[in-house]
């Protein structure tokens, strides 16, 4: 195996309102502004592996699940242990339970204040 280039850092999101979505996710996943640009277009949240930066992008256009003109690039997958409350908590937080679920004792499917889609999961490996 050869020498990696480098480790991941960050994992970055668009959105339009970084402050509503920086406080989501500081509160859904525990995380801490580790890092703010003046303008607070760029949020960089720390506190569990590699950052999640969230990302002023003005001509931003939300994801439609599972299906749609604007499909979703990628998703968060959120490890719980138990999926009932874990969704009743991100909910309170300010998240929608997605209308389809395509496997919901194994995955929970939400959209972040955003839209973007990420899941709450107990699947653990072996």
């Given at each position: 195996m050869t020498e990696p280039v480098g480790q991941l850092a960050s994992i970055s999101l668009n959105c339009t309102d970084t402050d509503v979505l920086a406080a989501f996710y500081s509160r859904l996943l525990g995380l801490t502004e580790a890092f703010a640009t003046p303008d607070?277009?760029?949020?960089?949240?720390?506190?569990?592996?590699?950052?999640?930066?969230?990302?002023?992008v003005d001509s931003f256009i939300r994801p439609t699940w599972p299906d749609g003109p604007q499909r979703q690039q990628l998703h968060l997958d959120v490890a719980v242990e138990q999926l009932d409350s874990a969704t009743e908590a991100a909910v309170a937080l300010g998240a929608t339970a997605a209308g389809f679920q395509p496997a919901p004792d194994r995955w929970r499917v939400l959209l972040d204040p955003a839209g973007h889609p990420f899941c709450l999961t107990a699947v653990r490996p072996d």
């Open positions: 607070r277009g760029v949020i960089a949240l720390a506190g569990a592996g590699p950052m999640l930066t969230l990302m002023r």
